[in-house]
């Protein structure tokens, strides 16, 4: 297992785009069809010119998505709907506790280079949990991030956050899912993103005994955010992209 966070070049992302990217905040849980709705229509603005790049944080109702390469099998229980989605990767869970982050950035102004894109996603998390002092950590074989678990056996580890991006004209939507405090129980009913090594399971910060609250973690990625893909322009609050 290599972790090459040294070795991640993340200057070309971290280039000011000509204006910065707007970060809007929903309060209340979003449904999932108008989610994925208002991030094309954003995702399409942004491709024209007609809007800036943007980072929605907000939550979900409990449900179930499945990316480009989800199977049916991964669905173990119908416990919530479940939504077949554009992105990238397999089944995850979305629902409250959790951070989803939307990014839609314009990739063809930044650097295209969508495998490069997703390494500086994971490490935007990656540095947002160390203002928790959480060590989050980039698998090659893995997408997404994960924190080493000694307690629970040699070798175990267990993700943190969850990555499933899309591109559009060059132009990036869907993100990154971070967990805070879910309720992990509502994992048990899938494959998470197709992964059946026992070795690896799913956490989260209250998981790992680090109670923080939401607004904490906002924070603490719009700084990390800054440090890999420059500045934002906070807009808080919001109800809709």
């Known amino acids: 297992m290599v972790n090459n966070r040294q070795t991640l070049d993340l200057k070309p992302f971290a280039a000011s785009p000509s204006e910065p990217v707007d970060w809007l905040l929903s309060d209340a849980p979003v449904p999932y069809p108008e989610a994925v709705a208002a991030m094309e229509a954003r995702a399409a603005a942004i491709a024209s010119g007609e809007a800036p790049e943007l980072v ?11 990316g480009t390469r989800g199977r049916e099998a991964d669905l173990l229980q119908a416990r919530f709907p479940l939504f077949a989605t554009g992105r990238g990767g397999q089944v995850t869970y979305h629902g409250p506790g959790q951070r989803v982050a939307y990014v839609m950035l314009d990739l063809k102004r930044r650097r295209p280079d969508v495998r490069a894109f997703v ?24 997408v997404g991030v994960w924190v080493a678990r000694p307690d629970k056996g040699p070798g175990h580890e267990d993700k943190i956050a969850a990555i499933g991006v899309r591109l559009r004209r060059w132009v990036s939507f869907h993100g990154v899912s971070l967990n805070v405090e879910p309720d992990l129980s509502h994992f048990d009913a899938i494959v998470p993103c197709g992964i059946t090594d026992a070795r690896y399971g799913v956490t989260s910060l209250a998981d790992l005994g680090v109670r923080v609250r939401l607004t904490d973690v906002d924070a603490a990625l719009r700084r990390a955010f800054g440090e890999v893909f420059g500045p934002s322009e906070l807009r808080l609050p919001e109800t809709t992209a």
């Open 119 to 142: 390494a500086g996603l994971e490490e935007w998390i990656i540095r947002t949990l160390d203002a928790f002092d959480v060590k989050g950590e980039r698998r090659e074989d893995r």
């Open 56 to 66: 929605w944080l907000l939550e979900h109702p409990p449900l179930y998505t499945s």
